[in-house]
Each structure stands twice: as structure tokens, then as C-alpha cells.
């Protein structure tokens, strides 16, 4: 199932080239109130039989071209955005020789989870949405990551049980800025990715079942219609499991909430015009424009 928001912020199922609506459904079974918000139906369809229920009813009504609908950030207000950090060696790598970031390869697998940060959901933005450069940065820098999306509460779950707390999947573009407070300044990352617009969130959500393994999937991502990045999840340092078995560990993770996983190699540095378009296998593609704050 390909769950996204619409035009008004409705919810809606996508098939092939269209649009179904999907909130007044699962509210007229009775699996969520009438304008319930997104992560309470995230919650109700993470039950097999009423996602097929549901899914099943939908078809039945009338849609729309989804050439014609306006996609909206699929999850407008996350309880939380979990963002991994340096989670890829090739990635660690380029940062070291293009910023002098930290080496971090000697770092245990929890010690490197520890600079999990968070970025506020004032910073999101959906598919084909502005980035700006703020003023105060000569250097931002794109970032496109694999991120969950959970779909059930999840408390100090193993890696073994993590994936059945995951809804679904969809694309993270991290922006940051490398600039003024510097890159050897770990704690200043809540800050340099938290800028209004750093957080492009699209373009829907893939439910778990079309997606079985996270750490089989190809990140591909055009920057002014050059490739510059090509990578695979399988190359993270530490998985999707090991992520949701960490945070787990620290916080009660509920529906809604989205986990990124860092970027691979290949980041760049963005600039007023600029066109970026990502790709990630089982899921799909999603544009963002950027433009310098004026």
C-alpha cells in the first residue's frame, strides 16, 4: 500500500496513476475517528486486516489523476524525527576530507548511534518543496536517507522484533549546514539541520509488506540533473533493526514517528536554483527546489 496527503491534507491510498481517498473510509469502518490525524490512521492500518478492509473499500470510490493532486509531507506532525549521524564509512570518509569532520571508525556500533540527533518538525517539507539557503550558511550541503515510519508503540524491542513496529518506509532529504558553528562541533547538529525547509519528508509511504528488507535498497539522487550519489543500504553501519532496537532502548517510540538513517556517500553542496531529485528503489522519487533566503 502507498499511503500519502493530498491537496487539504486528506489521506489517501495511491494505485497505479491514482488517488483514493482513504481517511473517510477507515473513519466510516470505524478504525479512527472522523479527522483522525495521520498517525492514528498509520495505527489502524498496521493491522493487516483492516489496511485490506480498508484498501478494499477505497477502490470502490471515485478518484483522482495523481497528476492533478498536490502531495503533501506524508507525516505532518511526527511525535518525533530521529536522524542517525555518519552511519555510512564512505560517508564518514568524504566528511573528514571535504570538512575535517571527526573520524569516528573506532566508534562502537552504540557509541555511534549515541549522536542520533533530532530535527523539528517546523523543518519538514514535501515532495516538490523549497528548500532555503538561510542567509547566515555559504555551505549547505543535501543529504538523502531511507527512513521508517512506525506504525505501532515500541519499547525496548530486540533487532530481531524491530521491523514489526514499522509501518512503512519513505524518502528523508536531510539538509545541513556545515557553516557558521562548524563541523567539529558535534552538538551543534539539532541546530545546523534544523532550519525551517531542512527536512524533506516524500513523496508517500510504502507499507512494510512491499518492502521486506530496508537494508536491500538503491539510493540514487540527481542534483541539477547530475548523478551524484549512488548507494545502497546494505552499506549502513548500523541497520534499521539496530536503530529502532536503540531508540527503543531511550525512548517509547510511537505511530508516526520517523526514523532516518543517514546519509551514504556522494553529499553536495547546494546553491540558489539548484534541482534535486532522489530515488530509492520500492519506494520512488521525489524532487525539491532550492532557493537562497532573500
Not at 517539507?125 to 515510519?149: M, W
Not at 538503491?218 to 546494505?234: P, S, Y
Request: glycine share 8%; charged share 20%.
Amino acid at each position: 500500500m502507498k499511503l500519502c496527503r493530498y491537496n487539504d491534507g486528506s489521506t489517501g491510498l495511491i494505485e497505479a496513476d491514482r488517488v483514493y481517498p482513504l481517511d473517510s473510509v477507515l473513519a466510516a469502518m470505524g478504525a479512527v475517528k472522523v479527522g483522525a490525524p495521520i498517525h492514528t490512521q498509520i495505527q489502524a492500518l498496521s493491522d493487516p486486516s483492516v489496511a485490506s478492509a480498508a484498501r478494499t473499500q477505497a477502490l470502490k470510490g471515485a478518484s483522482l489523476a495523481l497528476s492533478d493532486v498536490k502531495l503533501l509531507v506524508p507525516v505532518d506532525n511526527p511525535p518525533a524525527i530521529w536522524a542517525a549521524a555518519s552511519n555510512y564509512r564512505a560517508h564518514q570518509a568524504e566528511m573528514i576530507a571535504r570538512v575535517g569532520s571527526t573520524d569516528r571508525s573506532d566508534l562502537t556500533a552504540d557509541e555511534l548511534m549515541a549522536e542520533i540527533f533530532l530535527k523539528p518538525n517546523s523543518s519538514l517539507v514535501g515532495p516538490s518543496g523549497t528548500v532555503i539557503l538561510p542567509k547566515i550558511s555559504k555551505h549547505v550541503d543535501f543529504e538523502c536517507e531511507l527512513c521508517a515510519v512506525i506504525g505501532k508503540t515500541a519499547k525496548n524491542v530486540s533487532a530481531e522484533e524491530a521491523l514489526n513496529y514499522v509501518y512503512g518506509y519513505t524518502m528523508c532529504w536531510d539538509i545541513s549546514i556545515r557553516d557558521p558553528w562548524g563541523i567539529k562541533r558535534q552538538n551543534t547538529r539539532n541546530i545546523r539541520k534544523g532550519f525551517d525547509t531542512f527536512c524533506g519528508v516524500g513523496p508517500w509511504i510504502v507499507s512494510r509488506e512491499e518492502i521486506p528488507e530496508p537494508q536491500a535498497l538503491f539510493i540514487d539522487v540527481e542534483q541539477n540533473g547530475v548523478n551524484v550519489m549512488k548507494a545502497d543500504t546494505a552499506d549502513m553501519i548500523n541497520g534499521m533493526r539496530d536503530l529502532i532496537r536503540f531508540l527503543s532502548s531511550v525512548s517509547t517510540l510511537t505511530p508516526g514517528t520517523l526514523i532516518t538513517t543517514g546519509t551514504p556517500a556522494g553529499v553536495s553542496r547546494l546553491a540558489d536554483g539548484d534541482h534535486l531529485r532522489g530515488t530509492i528503489t520500492g519506494i520512488g522519487v521525489m524532487d525539491l527546489h532550492v532557493v537562497a533566503e532573500r
